[in-house]
């Protein structure tokens, strides 16, 4: 008799657990893909952290047509190596959808994964142009792209007078593709590229690219990759007695780059995205991030509570877990969030460009006149 | 190249040369006693630097943040991660002295993830500013613009490795380091305390690296878990070129990488993009036609 009580307690517990699978089992998961380690570390915790934000309040009020949403988080260390095992992995988790991506250059093979598998997939920082030459109808942009930002570099060159240009990048995928569509862009409007610079990422010298810049006569440098390496070139150019203008890609929104450039940061210009302290309704979400992960929100924290917004509202609308029907539904948004506007075009990138220019003043990033 | 280029470029080659040396230094000491490549060397120089910008926040309210606060942090940083170092030899490589050298090189690399991992995990990864006031004030040479923080650095690391020089070739502590580094066994018959010798050795080789890390970190303002990670392969890089185990050939082989990489990079028609190809490039040559570097003494293995 006691063996077979035990069976029915097994039986019992059993069908339990069979039960709480199918409750799982109906639920949305959200993968999360960003580099939670590595040199961008800190961009990533802000990703994941403000998806979890927008996928919290929706839970707060329901969730989807009743389902609970979950996330899980894959790091790809902004490594395409890496990044193909974090795809791989939130694959075999049987993702509903996936947002998140920093680094175009690990964004760049997990494409295929992602198609492959027909999964939904917004990209929240990545913009090189290339992810939209290899983007199998899946994937969208949620940033605007390269060439948007090129165009964006050039007219602010025009305007402050600039003749001859250093373009410098970290030799990866987004920085150099910014800084050949730059570079292409100021030639065909007149301009002359007095230098084209590739630093090693990681590294704190970077004396001898500072001094062919300068012997190289150019009124102004362009630096199109991150921050960390941003912050630095800008202090040893001015170091070494650099006069002209600074101009800075949009992977160096940070409050780290003023910080760590201090006062020789003064005066630099940047081209923005779209980040919390130059969006006028983001005040209320600032300060419920920094209450509630301790922190301030870092330049794309915006973008990316809407990005889980957006993915939100695509699956009500889709009104299933139909990884095609939320395709599709994402192609249909028409989404305002703290950023500003989400509409994709054909391609799946943004209608409307985010970039702002904006200059340094007194360790303040304000809009450049 | 003219002659303005030519002067920045040695000047810029110097001074990334003496923070390759003042690493490559505890690369090879370590190497020259237990015949170990330490890869958390660059890790610690990393701790340096982190205990240096945590220190110097704190005495820079009294001092300041001018010289007086990089020299506390300087001195306290080598001094906590120099045992740091000791603390790292005691429990991670000593157990496996008489282990296969793979073995012991494995654990190298477990050492170097546990630093840089905790750094990572206390800080998030951020980028920490480390501003000081040391301005950027200093003479014109023709058209060349040196600043006196770099006089400083060069010749407070010149200092730092004269220091060390002497240390190892007048002192009878020194002695029984190159005597341990020729014969442990020996050594050890002879009545020297091969533990205490090797300690010794890990203590200033991690002080020299935390030395580096500070002023690395007060000289560029910038401070995170993932600094030494390049500078690490490159001071391996000195050390392999200026003869791995010897403390004049790191010198050299430091001050030799860090003009070899400005000048690379500035031939004509190579870009900047060059500069780690001369650097490891250099390094495979070494390796290949002569892997005792420039100073190094060929070791008879005894069979």
Known sequence: ?369 | MTLDLVIQQLVNGLIVGSFYALIALGYSMVFGVIKLLNFAHGDIYMSGAFVGLIVFSFVGVWVGNGWAGVVCALLVSMLAVGLLGVVIERFAYRPMRNAPRLSILITALGASMVLNGTALALTGGRHFAFSTDLGFAGLDVSAVHITYTQIVLVAASILLMAGMQAFVSRTMYGKAMRAVSIDMGASRLMGIDVDRVIALTFFMGSALAAGGGVMAGAYYGSVHFFMGFIMGLKAFTAAVIGGIGSVPGAMLGGLLLGLLEAYGSSLPFVGSEWRDVFVFGALILFLVFKPTGLLGRSVVERV
Not at chain 1, 264 to 279: K, M, R, Y
Request: charged share 20%.
């Open chain 1, 1 to 369: 008799m006691v063996v077979s009580f035990k069976r029915l307690a097994c039986a019992t517990a059993l069908a339990g657990l069979a039960m709480t699978a199918a409750a799982a089992a109906a639920d949305i998961k959200i993968g999360i893909v960003a580099p939670m380690t590595g040199q961008l570390a800190s961009e990533g915790q802000d990703m994941e952290n403000a998806v979890k934000m927008a996928i919290d309040a929706a839970n707060a009020k329901g969730g989807i047509n009743g389902d609970k949403i979950t996330t899980t988080t894959a790091d790809d260390a902004c490594d395409p190596q890496q990044a193909v095992t974090a795809g791989s992995k939130l694959i075999s988790e049987g993702v509903t959808a996936i947002v998140g991506g920093y680094c175009s250059g690990a964004v760049l093979p997990t494409l295929k994964i992602y198609g492959d598998a027909g999964v939904p997939f917004v990209i929240i920082g990545a913009n090189s142009t290339k992810l939209v030459a290899a983007n199998q109808g899946n994937a969208f942009l949620a940033n605007s792209t390269g060439d948007m930002q090129a165009t964006t570099a050039v007219e602010l060159f025009k305007k402050n007078g600039y003749k001859k240009i250093a373009v410098i990048d970290e030799g990866d995928a987004y920085s150099s593709d910014l800084a050949k569509l730059t570079a292409e862009a100021f030639k065909n409007a007149g301009g002359e590229i007095a230098a084209k610079e590739t630093t090693t990422a990681g590294e704190q010298d970077y004396s001898a690219v500072v001094t062919k810049v300068k012997s190289s006569g150019a009124d102004a440098v362009f630096w199109t990759a991150y921050h960390a390496g941003g912050a630095l070139l800008t202090k040893q150019l001015r170091q070494a007695g650099f006069q002209g203008g600074i101009v800075l890609g949009d992977g160096n929104n940070s409050p780290e780059y003023l910080e760590i450039a201090g006062s020789a940061g003064e005066g630099v210009f940047l081209l923005s995205p779209p980040t919390v302290d130059l969006l006028s309704g983001a005040a209320d979400f600032k300060a419920k991030y920094k209450e509630t992960y301790g922190r301030d929100a870092g330049a794309y924290a915006a973008l990316s509570h809407d990005v889980g917004d957006l993915i939100v509202d695509a699956i009500a609308r889709a009104k299933s877990a139909d990884q095609k029907a939320i395709i599709e539904a994402l192609k249909a948004s028409d989404f305002k969030g703290l950023a500003g506007e989400i509409k994709f075009t054909d391609k799946n990138t943004l209608q409307t460009s985010n970039f702002r220019p904006v200059v340094a003043k007194g360790s303040k990033w304000v809009a450049a006149e």
